[in-house]
């Protein structure tokens, strides 16, 4: 991986390194904690976590594709401006999830919207929380293409994104859970990287 500490300052690649490594691993404990609740995108405690995954995980993008930029400067903006909206997206499922939650009142929140505004409040949640797996696909593309990280690396955030766009709409929770494993073992390596480049880094004086 292209050393972080050539276009990051040490405090902007550490912020960013270690939200690489958090933002799926709070994904990974979202999923969980769902699967003790009712199953994928159905618990208070798993949207809780999963607000957090996003918020970390759109920090994290951001200095991915900081670093992808000079080796992408036409794709890698355009992917993290959909990365953006998909992890804004993302909070609201994960809020969807908390205000439906067992025992939630009938009809459920979403539901009751529907119903009381029509489908246009589909647009609320549609087609931009496909966003965020279509993110974890192009920028797995976006590495293998510019070498900024290892082949097997890029390779599972594309598999990651793929399997999160099976088992989340269906709400299938081993593809699903399996989509998140993918990530952490895609990511967690990247974050790392720019933590030890900002420990490398020399601080200028002035």
């Known amino acids: 991986m292209t050393d972080a500490a050539a276009v990051l300052s040490p405090t902007a690649a550490r912020i960013h390194g270690w939200a690489v490594i958090l933002g799926p691993l709070l994904l990974l404990a979202s999923t969980l904690a ?7 995108n159905a618990g208070a405690l798993g949207g809780v976590i999963g607000v957090w995954s996003v918020f970390t995980l759109a ?5 991915l594709h900081r670093l992808l930029e000079p080796l992408a400067p036409r794709a890698a ?5 959909i990365g953006l909206i998909g992890f804004t997206a993302g909070a609201a499922f994960n809020l969807l999830a908390v205000v439906e939650a067992p025992p939630a009142t009938a009809p459920v929140a979403f539901d009751a919207a529907v119903v009381n505004h029509g489908p246009f ?24 293409r510019t070498g900024l990280a290892a082949r097997w690396s890029a390779l599972l955030m594309v598999v990651a994104g793929l399997l999160f766009l099976v088992g ?11 989509a998140d494993v993918a ?13 030890s480049a ?9």
């Open 59 to 63: 920090i994290g993008f951001v200095g």
């Open 198 to 206: 900002a420990r490398r880094a020399v601080v200028p004086t002035r």
């Open 34 to 40: 769902f699967l003790t609740e009712g199953g994928v």
């Open 168 to 178: 989340r709409p269906a709400r299938i929770d081993a593809v699903a859970l399996a």
């Open 77 to 81: 903006p355009v992917v993290l401006a």
């Open 183 to 195: 990530l952490v073992v895609a990511m967690v390596p990247l974050g790392w990287a720019m933590v």
């Open 121 to 144: 409040v589909l647009l609320a949640l549609l087609p931009w929380g496909w966003f965020a797996p279509l993110t974890f696909v192009l920028t797995g593309i976006l590495l293998l």
